[in-house]
């Protein structure tokens, strides 16, 4: 399948993904998410502005050595010469000719007020410095895309000057014109009308580049692709300024399993949750429960009703099968959950609850007095688990009593710079007839207590120094009640095999996270079979 | 304005909405978001399901006694009757007919398979459990709408079934039957078409309700609007199980502020950023910061060249002026930011840097080398103008000298349900020439350091007693490290007038709270003029 012929995927996320609010990347970021995008399949990953930032020039000399791209073309994003200065002179052009990317996208002003207010220079000097860029970039051997920003604000202030530029553009060697909704503003009816007549005018070949700010990215790309654009350009996880560009995998998925359109290898859509997710990770910026098609809330059921119908047929609330894009279908334990729901995930658990009304009603009722508490069963699998184990086996799995326990936090007399305050837990408990005072240390509370917790219980079950806690996230809910609000506390925890999540709930993080903590050892010690 | 007459703006927050992932809301929650909807002017308030939801019959109990909606009706949700039984013996629609509510929704299967699987009954016995219930109660003096479910897949299986529910619908009395894309999985075309052949099919008054599984939940909307559609269902901040619903001010503000579609009272789209907020903080589900229209990063610009542009005009860069949703423009200090943002930054909070090229170069390389140890300034403007003052004035505001703290958190011996551990917090500092060592109490260590804190300083600086910490976030940075990340802590501080966030960071919540305590406290007495 040919990525760089017919129909472009092209991602964006490294360069006007990284103008999203909260995000940064270093370089070795950008490495590692150019690899991940290039498993997905795209066509084309947008590495950012060589010559502008130099975290970019950086990444594009390391990316010719060390990336070894198996579907993906880099693209080098860049300006058009300034005005006034040859392109073959212009260093800025020339970091991008020499970044080493095959390809290279120039924005370009196709907009007249911008022409004159924001570059301050002629329409006509506008039009040159897009046909010398072109050519020359096209004369040194590279593939030349062009962004013409602004376009369609551009297009309805001066219809006649905006296909001028594109034009320009493809007369001086440019594949494709990507047509960017630059400052978001667009409805996909618009959008369909100015692609028509752009194809029909020009004859040339039309992307496009959506931002959602009118809520519209993913369904202005699919307007323009339905009215000849064969280039989308976006982001994974939507990135991008303000409200972000389109969600890149939001529209692949729309045309592979919607429209019958093959736009990435055969295969590839499958690991979009994981990649999604994995990108994510490296972002550090957390992903939207509620995305489409790879959020983890995405097929997610809670609605009692709609879990009745669930047993009958999954597909009788499910617009597709979560597995054609890698992703799973979840019933939600909650308040609203009906006995069909708690049953569902008991099944899911490996407990068969279907003879046993009253246990049911039983468990359901306790999940709703613990959630109306802080607790939520929703990510925390593990601390169901237990639940279920208490109510079915009548009693919690209990390894450990413990006594009491002590956290002190303090400064250091002599702070090294970074270093400010350490932290000393003391624990007290009695595991498998024997009593334990342990003391741990860490360089916050929920470390030190975490430490000491495992030197103690590991003295009776050395079991336990197979675990490794792996994820840690805390929600402080009731917000607005400054530090005295409820604080609940997931903890993720390893064996080295699978990986289990556990809640806490108190008033302060610190008791909140211990909950979660000896959660997180009873379940993985009954895993062990202890 | 007649907000019941020719154009429905239908609210399900609190019933469609509470559907989704993580969301709960207690009776009092409800009647609050209830309140703030109809603040909005939206003119339907779909309230929840009386008779099959404790929560929500006293929902409408309360309701008649307490809410005085200006704008709203309240509509109470629930199904058709059970097959086999009369509409005037089935206790649960006698519920919806006497919960109070002067609007009926009736959800009702259209799609045959639903009908035979879900319902286990007949395709002629759902026409009649249809008929006979929206009769049954526009008898009793209700306003009936329906919502047929699963309508535009079930319309793909069988138009003549669908379009047959429908019309036994508006038949009995229904005055609009909404279409419902239940399982979210339309495309807005496909749209269009469906509702352009109900439209001029049935001649009825149609509305839209739709999800956002494939991404389009707002251009579903818009285009059934545009293809005759008079009632549009939604959720205020896109609430709703999986994808959620589709974002009700998004598609308001479309139709209002692009589409010349006038369908709130005039001037309260300007509310709506206060609005969803408010929402958001009652239902205790943050915000998505990049929401259209009403995120905070909606009109947030970090590209330093977006923010040369926007010093010329700031609809270079913008769809439309944010005032017009109730939202501002902001320029977001990172390392993204040329020296344009920074300058303008510091208009922002009152300092002239346009003179002093090195002084702006040397605050920007500042914030680069601070944000890549984990600092956030976009959010924290107060810690960002105490950086400003450093640079400027040559020093950091100071009013005292921390020696050292030191906080223990331990169990009770007797502890009390819900109370497990208590904190104790030593701070020892000199301010005003006086050392002071003072031990605050507090449920858990960073209240404790707070209570310490302020009242060492107090006894110094009295103004500190006017100053009162409202909220309180934490995150953790570098995911997937377990105990040993990166903390970063956000404080928001009141002195009663205005309010102010400050950041911190450290390798515990406890070091990395006390940096924005310190800052918080610090910026409070220098706007106290001290």
């Not at 979840?330 to 246990?359: H, P, Q, T």
Request: charged share 25%.
């Amino acid at each position: 399948m040919d990525l760089h012929g017919s129909f472009h995927v092209y991602d964006t996320t490294l360069r006007d993904g990284a103008q999203q609010e909260g995000l940064t990347l270093s370089v070795a970021d950008k490495l590692t998410i150019a690899r991940q995008l290039d498993g997905l399949g795209v066509g084309y990953i947008e590495g950012g502005w060589p010559g502008a930032n130099p975290k970019d020039t950086e990444f594009f000399r390391r990316a010719a050595r060390e990336l070894d791209l198996k579907h993906a073309r880099l693209a080098a994003f860049g300006a058009t010469r300034r005005a006034g200065v040859r392109a073959a002179d212009d260093p800025q052009v020339a970091a991008l000719r020499d970044s080493g990317a095959g390809v290279v996208t120039l924005v370009a002003k196709s907009h007249d007020r911008h022409v004159e207010l924001a570059l301050r220079t002629t329409l006509e000097e506008n039009l040159a410095m897009v046909h010398d860029t072109v050519s020359h970039l096209r004369a040194e051997g590279q593939q030349v895309f062009l962004d013409a920003e602004h376009f369609f604000d551009g297009y309805r202030a001066n219809r006649a000057y905006a296909l001028e530029v594109l034009r320009t553009a493809y007369d001086a060697g440019a594949e494709v014109v990507a047509l960017c909704d630059t400052n978001g503003g667009m409805l996909p009816a618009w959008v369909s009308d100015v692609v028509h007549d752009v194809v029909g005018t020009t004859g040339g070949r039309v992307g496009i580049h959506a931002h959602n700010d009118s809520g519209c990215a993913v369904a202005n790309s699919l307007a323009a692709v339905d009215a000849g654009a064969s280039h989308v350009q976006g982001c994974i996880n939507g990135y991008g300024e303000r409200t972000g560009n389109a969600d890149l995998v939001t529209v692949v998925a729309n045309l592979e399993l919607k429209l019958d359109r093959q736009v990435l290898p055969p295969g590839l859509l499958r690991d979009s949750t994981r990649i999604a997710h994995a990108v994510a990770e490296v972002t550090n910026v957390p992903p939207a429960s509620r995305q489409p098609y790879v959020g983890t809330s995405a097929f997610a059921h809670k609605a009692g009703l709609h879990a009745s119908a669930i047993k009958v047929d999954p597909n009788l609330y499910q617009h597709l099968d979560p597995v054609q894009v890698g992703n799973d279908m979840r019933l939600l334990v909650s308040d609203m959950a009906g006995r069909a729901s708690i049953e569902l995930k008991g099944r899911e658990l490996g407990f068969d609850l279907s003879d046993n009304k009253e246990l049911v009603g039983r468990i359901t009722d306790r999940v709703k007095v613990l959630e109306s508490r802080g607790f939520t069963f929703e990510a925390a699998d593990a601390s169901f688990e237990l639940l279920l184990v208490e109510e079915v086996e009548g009693a919690r799995p209990s390894y450990f009593e413990i006594e009491s326990w002590r956290v002190i936090t303090e400064t250091l007399s002599h702070a090294r710079p970074g270093e400010e305050a350490v932290s000393e837990a003391t624990v007290k408990l009695t595991a498998a007839g024997e009593r334990f005072v342990v003391t741990g240390e860490g360089n916050g509370p929920v470390n030190a207590l975490d430490q000491a917790l495992r030197t103690a219980i590991g003295q009776a079950y050395p079991e336990v120094a197979k675990f490794e806690l792996i994820d840690y996230k805390v929600r402080i809910l009731d917000q607005g009640h400054g530090t005295d609000a409820i604080t609940r506390v997931l903890i993720e925890t390893t064996d080295g095999e699978s990986t289990w999540v556990t809640v806490g709930v108190g008033h302060n993080v610190i008791e909140a996270s211990w909950g979660a903590l000896v959660d997180g050892l009873t379940f993985g010690l009954r895993r062990q079979g202890v």
